[in-house]
Each structure stands twice: as C-alpha cells, then as structure tokens.
C-alpha cells in the first residue's frame, strides 16, 4: 500500500506540465539518436549532461530517463529497415525484422518492435516499483564466478546455439575475442595488440566495433550485389498495413511474454547490457518454431521474416532497460553505457544512488518512476502511429539511403571519439563485416564477444586471484552450476538435434543410390 502512496506522489509530479515537457523533448530525442547509425541514448545523455546542470533535478532526469527509453525505440527502427542497428541492443531484432521489412512487412514489424519494447517497458518499471528489494538481493549474489559463468553462457548461446553453423560460429567468437584483446591490460599495464598506435591503447571502441561490422558492413554489401537483386522499393509498395492480424498476436504474445522472462532479471546484472538476453530470445523463439516445424503445426519462417524474432528481443531489450534503472537507483551500479553516465548525472547534482536514495530523496526517486511510464505511453503514441512513415524510407533509392547511412556512420565513430584512427579502423571492420557476410560467418558472435570479453577476462582473473590460482573457485556456488548445467544442456540438444537433422538429410540420397549400388 505504501509504494502504491508513494507511485501516485510520483506521478503528481511527473504529470505537471514542466516535467511532461522534458518527458516529450526527451523521447523525441531518443527516438532521433537511435535511427541515426552509431550515435545513441548514452551519447545524447552525455552530451545533455552539461547543458542541463541548472535545471531542476527532477526535470533532468526524467529527460534522461526518456532519452534512454527513446533510444530504444528508434534505433530498432534502422535495424529492421536497414539492418544497421546503432546500438548492440537491437542486433538480434534486425536479423528477422530486416527480413521482414524485405518481404513487404515493415510496419508490422516496426508495430511489433514498438509494443514489445512497450510492454518490457512498462512491465520492467513496475517490478522496479514493487520488487526493488528483490532486485538488489539479486545482484548481490553475483561474483567473479557467477560473471564469468554468464559470459560464457553468453559465448556459447551465440555462438553454437543461435548460429546455424557452430564451426562458422567459433570462428567469428574468436575474431571478437581478439578485437577485445587489443589495448592496455587493465592489470598488468602492457600494451596488447596495439601496433605501438597510441590510439589504441584504450582499445578499439564498442561503437566503432559495432557500426563498421553492422552499418558499413551491410553498405559494402549491398552495393556488391545492387545490380543483381531487385530493389527492396518494390516490396515495401506490396503490402504492409501498422495493424497486426488475429494470427500476428497469436505468435506475437507469447514471445513477448518470453522475451520479458529473460529480459527482467538481466537488467540487475552487469554482464554487457541487453546483448545475452535479446539473443537468447532469439534463440529459444527460433528453437521453439523448429520445434512446432518438426510437429507439423506451423512452417518455420525464422531466416525468412518471423515476426517471434521481433517480439522477443524487443520486449527482452526494453525489460533489461528497465531493470537497469532499478539497480542504478537501489545499488547505485550502472549495468549500461546510459546507466553510467546517469550515475555521473546523479553525482553532479549531489546525489549518490543506492539503497539510501530511495529514503533521502524520495520524491525524485518516484517521480523518476512515474516517469518511466508516462514517457512510455508517449513514446508508443508517437512510434505506433508512424510506422508505416518509417517504412517509406525504404522507398528511397538504394544508392542515396545507404550513402546516406555511411555518412552518419563516419559522423556518429568520430563524434564519439573525435579520432582519425577510429574513422580507418570502422573502414577495416567494415570490409570485415563485408567479407563475413560473404562467407556466411555471423556477425552476432563476433559483437557478443567485444562485449563481453574484456568482462570474461577481468572476472576470470579475479576469480582466481581470490582463489590463489585455484581453478576450482570457479565452479563453485548453486549460481554458477546452474548456469553451466544449462549450457551442457542447451549444447547437447543442439548437438542431437543437428545429429538428427544431417541423419535425416542423409536418407533420401540413401535410397536413392542403393538401387543403383
């Protein structure tokens, strides 16, 4: 009763006019960074932090919160029209949302996208109103072992599980784990990878990483193949209404539910962001529909536009957001690039989060929260509506669209960094991402890698310096079994199933050949 006291307290403050016009500026900002390739939530708040210093406390953070919210939204938009995702977050929804998009049904994925991250949403902030306590007791069980765990998890889902081949899928695990290597060691102080470049000592940026092998990429490949395919203008004017059919929410529902079910517990835990829960989404909708195929109740449609694999990642990816925030203000741990730089938002004005935060500043606290909502209604209002707009930048001239990408590419690396060297390292991984694509090796490990890498590594080592070199401290904890249980699992069905599946394809050549033997 008391929380439902103090929600209500929070939203008479959020909804005065004020705090809605913050709530309006920052999801319109949000949305407008997340289409823009390589630019994103984390770096608008950055570049807000300054310029909000004199506003009052609680207008800048709901600003913050609504950028946050925003990025989310819009850059799902590029990743299933263009399939040039911005951010990490909205990887796995362009694998069939793009897919989609080219077979005429780009609203209803963009309609898909925008209520998922809706419900995620929604759903996640009022777990963080209710269940705070339940969500710090959570992280705090987590340690070296239980991280390492999770990256490993993380690798092997990517890798062998959600990639259809799992020798293709190492190969690209391996090449993220050597980009991750490059850079100053964060404990012995060497130099590693970097060429004697005093550019790369800090490493080779996640944004670079993720906008050469994801935007530029797909650019190089496109152009390779504009005069042999058929351009994706002529499909888009085929169909594709903003509302979804009977049929639509009946496979959109449960997988939304589903991406929820990971995307919760995951925003708590600092272990990449919403990358593990999106592409583990990702994998059971697509294990699920193999499933129902082998069943015979549906065809399976993954690899050709299945809305699942829209509805799950976004949901997980908004859910994960919203978790976030509640171990940002109970724990006072950034589990996101956004995260922390709010955590530095919170300390300029004085403040520091944790469990304290909730008691000497409960007003903003709640406000916060109310936010959260409030900027999610407008921010389903604003995007709903407009999705069959957004779907028309298809009909652009491939030509201009993709030059148009590149420029925001090379804009949003160097804005980042202002470095020369990261504009010629985003050319390098974009002839990467280009050749990958050519020799079918998937991009998604290589990213999960990059990410979570440099995390494997410093926990690893931890581990084992708490244990004075003793591998066993690694294994140990219900946690940490848990997850490993799960991984021999989940590699196992795999193994069999695709055991069974070659054994399958093996037979029809079988008998037709022994007639003749």
Do not use: C
């Not at 239980?146 to 998890?153: D, G, I, R, S, T």
């Not at 940026?205 to 797909?218: M, N, R």
């Not at 995260?339 to 300029?348: G, K």
């Not at 280009?434 to 990213?447: E, G, K, Q, T």
């Amino acid at each position: 009763m008391d929380t439902l006291v103090l929600l209500g307290g929070g939203f008479a403050s959020a909804l005065t006019p004020e705090n809605l016009l913050w709530a309006f500026v920052g999801v319109v900002l949000g949305t407008a960074v997340g289409v823009l390739p390589g630019l994103g939530s984390a770096m608008a708040v950055a570049l807000l932090l300054p310029v909000t210093f004199k506003l009052d406390p609680t207008g800048a953070f709901i600003m913050f919160t609504a950028v946050y919210y925003g990025g989310l939204f819009g850059d799902s938009t590029t990743s299933i029209l263009m399939n040039t995702p911005g951010n990490s977050s909205a990887i796995a929804t362009a694998i069939e949302g793009h897919r989609m998009a080219l077979r005429g049904k780009a609203s209803q994925a963009l309609a898909t996208s925008a209520i998922g991250a809706f419900l995620g949403a929604v759903v996640s902030t009022a777990v963080v109103a209710f269940f705070s306590g339940v969500i710090i007791d959570i992280a705090l069980r987590f340690g070296p072992a239980e991280y390492f765990a999770l990256a490993v998890f993380a690798f092997v889902a990517t890798s062998a599980v959600v990639a259809q081949s799992m020798v293709r899928g190492l190969i690209a695990l391996s090449l993220g784990l050597a980009i991750a290597m490059v850079g100053i060691d964060a404990q012995s102080g060497a130099a590693r990878f970097t060429l004697g470049v005093p550019s790369l000592f800090e490493g080779i940026g996640i944004v670079t990483v993720t906008v050469g092998l994801l935007a530029l990429g797909e650019v190089l490949h496109v152009a390779s193949r504009i005069h042999r395919e058929r351009d994706d203008a002529q499909l888009v004017r085929t169909g594709g209404t903003l509302w979804l059919k009977r049929g639509d929410l009946r496979r959109a529902v449960p997988a939304w539910l589903r991406g929820l079910g990971f995307g919760l517990p995951f925003g708590t835990i600092p272990a990449g962001g919403s990358e593990i829960p999106t592409f583990l989404a990702y994998g059971t909708e697509r294990k699920l529909s193999q499933l129902r195929a082998r069943r015979g109740r549906r065809p399976d449609e993954f690899g050709k536009g299945a809305i699942e694999g829209v509805a799950a990642p976004e949901a997980a990816a908004s859910a994960t957001a919203g978790t976030a925030m509640g171990a940002l203000l109970g724990l006072g741990l950034p589990t996101s690039a956004t995260a922390a730089i709010m955590l530095a938002a919170f300390q300029q004005y004085g403040m520091q989060p944790g469990p304290l935060l909730f008691e000497r500043n409960a007003d903003l606290v709640w406000a916060l929260l109310a936010s959260l909502f409030v900027g999610s209604v407008m921010l389903l209002i604003l995007n709903l509506p407009f999705a069959p707009l957004w779907a028309k930048l298809l009909l652009i001239p491939k030509r201009y669209l993709y030059a148009g990408i590149t420029g925001f590419a090379v804009l949003g690396v160097y804005a980042s960094s202002y470095s020369v060297t990261d504009l010629w390292l985003l050319i390098l991984l974009g002839l990467l991402g280009f050749m990958m694509r050519r020799y079918a090796i998937p991009v998604a490990p290589v990213l999960i890698a990059v990410i979570l890498g440099p995390l494997a590594e410093t926990e690893l080592r931890r581990g084992l310096a708490i244990g004075q070199g003793d591998v066993g401290v690694m294994f140990t904890g219900p946690i940490t079994l848990g997850i490993y249980a799960v991984i021999l699992l989940a590699v196992g069905i795999v193994v069999v199933a695709r055991m069974r599946a070659a054994r399958r394809a093996d037979a029809p050549s079988d008998r037709t050949t022994s007639p003749t033997a």
